[in-house]
């Protein structure tokens, strides 16, 4: 039946936006601590965001890659 | 005739990039993060490479809907012509009125109505139809705007900064959305390009095993995939700045973090349900995400009559695509004076819709006033409010105090406009505001 289909449709839509969703905004949150004032370690933070945003990319890849045929076989 | 029908698909193919340039490149425009003329080159590029990745779906298109085959009855070239005759004249129109509506829907319709009308009722397979169809049209928007919701909260959530001593908000940098809303939108394109390029690639597939040129079962060939994906790419370079208006601005008011989360939830959806084989209208999950990311903002609020009619677009594509389809049908099946009538009537409306068109144009240059600019004023307008209640409050206070009681009954603002030169300062400062307002509601109402 085309019901489990849909959960699965949906259920991967919803696992693969969160994913890149929080991931991003992780690193926007970051960004922005490593920006305030009175921060100990503003170097740390910033690459803690980059690292979010590489992850975040990676994950789209990821995703890219499982889709595209060619690399899937 | 197998010629026309070929030219035909890739006109098809060409306002369907034009028709859908706004499912990707809408919101990147509307918040600004990506310049309208570079937005749609990206988009037209990404089109281009994602024709060429997939040819998945071109296998299955229109597969299960019309019974082919043996059992079935044989699709013939003078069927896809009419079907796509209704597809494109049902495209064009909801350009012209700028609804988002789903240009797979259109030619679904439209081969459906063709067929009816062509062949007859039994040659639909109904069941298909439900599930290939009808359903996806039900559960794409809803999957999509109800993960935009939940991913626009999220993204809102973990970015909200508050000091915990004071409680007043820390800079929360969600400028850097716009940054990724660059890739997310791009992304969108791609698996646009992937899914609704293979709808023509399909046809024309169709086509030519219909005619017997090509072996039944195999693949779209190789000058079948590029002209596909130069057609579309073209059409999405085009753009179609009326849609890309009503998704950007008509829906809700995009802002980066909703623009980045809706962005996502229409690429997963479109790229997990093609992939996973089912055939879902891009333009339906990217309304539906611009919806739910809309309601996941608090503060924003949804247009929903805007919503209805672009409701109200997509109950009406399938019929109205199948009824010019059927028409088409009618009038091909007389023979060739029929199939001359049937392309110049149709290249005839197309024509007119294109130079009525014109009476109103919509260009990159003013389908969206950017987000940056819309606050501006807004702020200045807010600011000027401020500023001009507070001496309205204060002359009245002095009039009320010298005259009698003029300024109780008839309200600040005449009592100010009623007095001479010690408020001309005031009036001024009136003066900016409303036009401030106009220049608001004016952008509201795009």
Redesign the interface.
């Known amino acids: 039946m085309k019901w489990l289909e849909l959960l699965t449709v949906a259920g991967a839509t919803l696992a693969a936006a969160v994913t890149v969703v929080v991931l991003y905004s992780l690193g926007v949150r970051l960004t922005a601590i490593a920006g305030d004032v009175r921060q100990a370690s503003p170097g740390m933070k910033r690459s803690l965001a980059f690292l979010c945003f590489g992850l975040c990319g990676l994950a789209v890849l990821f995703g890219l890659y499982l889709i595209i045929p060619y690399f899937s076989g | 005739m197998v010629a026309l029908v070929i030219g035909l698909a890739l006109f098809f193919d060409f306002t369907n990039g034009f028709h859908d340039t706004a499912n990707a490149m809408a919101t990147p425009i509307a918040t600004g993060a990506i310049k309208p003329k570079t937005a749609v080159t990206l988009a037209a590029i990404l089109n281009l490479v994602g024709a060429f990745?997939?040819t998945?779906v071109a296998k299955t298109v229109s597969g299960g809907i019309i019974r082919e085959g043996s059992d079935g009855v044989q699709i013939t070239p003078e069927i896809i012509f009419a079907g796509l005759m209704g597809a494109i004249l049902w495209n064009m129109v909801t350009w012209l009125k700028g609804l988002p509506s789903s240009s797979s829907h259109a030619l679904f319709g439209g081969l459906i109505g063709a067929a009816i009308a062509g062949i007859g009722f039994n040659s639909i397979n109904l069941e298909g139809l439900l599930?290939k169809v009808i359903?996806p049209a039900i559960?794409a928007p809803l999957?999509?705007g109800?993960?935009?919701y939940?991913?626009t909260r999220?993204?809102y959530a973990?970015?909200s900064?508050h000091d915990p001593e004071t409680g007043s908000k820390?800079?929360?940098?969600?400028g850097?959305?716009r940054t990724?809303q660059i890739?997310?939108s791009s992304?969108v394109a791609l698996a646009h390009g992937?899914n609704d390029a293979q709808k023509t690639m399909g046809i024309i597939t169709l086509v030519l095993i219909a005619a017997g040129t090509q072996a039944p079962g195999s693949g779209p060939q190789f000058w079948v995939i590029a002209a596909c994906a130069l057609a579309i790419a073209i059409g999405t370079y085009a753009g179609g700045w009326r849609i890309i208006r009503t998704m950007g601005a008509g829906l809700t008011e995009v802002k980066p973090?909703q623009g980045?989360?809706a962005e996502?939830?229409t690429a997963?959806?479109i790229?997990?349900?093609?992939?996973?084989?089912?055939a879902l209208s891009t333009t339906q999950v990217a309304s539906g995400s611009v919806i739910g990311s809309g309601m996941g903002r608090r503060g924003t609020s949804v247009r929903w009559n805007m919503v209805g009619k672009i409701a109200l677009g997509w109950l009406f594509t399938l019929p109205a695509a199948g009824l010019v389809g059927a028409l088409t049908a009618l009038l091909v099946k007389t023979g060739v004076v029929g199939v001359l009538i049937a392309a110049i009537a149709g290249t005839a409306a197309v024509l007119f819709m294109f130079f009525y068109s014109r009476k109103s144009a919509v260009g990159h240059h003013n389908a969206i006033e950017v987000e940056e600019a819309g606050q501006a004023v807004r702020f200045a307008k807010k600011k000027a409010m401020a500023r001009a209640r507070a001496k309205a409050k204060a002359h009245a206070r002095t009039s009320a105090e010298a005259n009698t009681s003029a300024g109780a009954t008839t309200g600040a603002n005449t009592s100010a406009a009623a007095d001479t030169r010690a408020d001309a300062n005031t009036n001024a400062e009136a003066n900016s505001d409303t036009e401030a307002e106009a220049v608001t509601t004016k952008d509201a109402q795009r």
Do not use: P, Y
């Not at chain 2, 820390?170 to 969600?174: A, M, N, P």
């Open positions: 990745l997939s998945e599930q359903l559960f999957i999509a109800i993960v935009a939940i991913c999220l993204a973990l970015t900064r820390l800079t929360q940098k969600r850097g959305f990724g890739f997310t992304l992937t973090a980045f989360a996502t939830s997963s959806a790229l997990a349900s093609s992939h996973l084989g089912f």
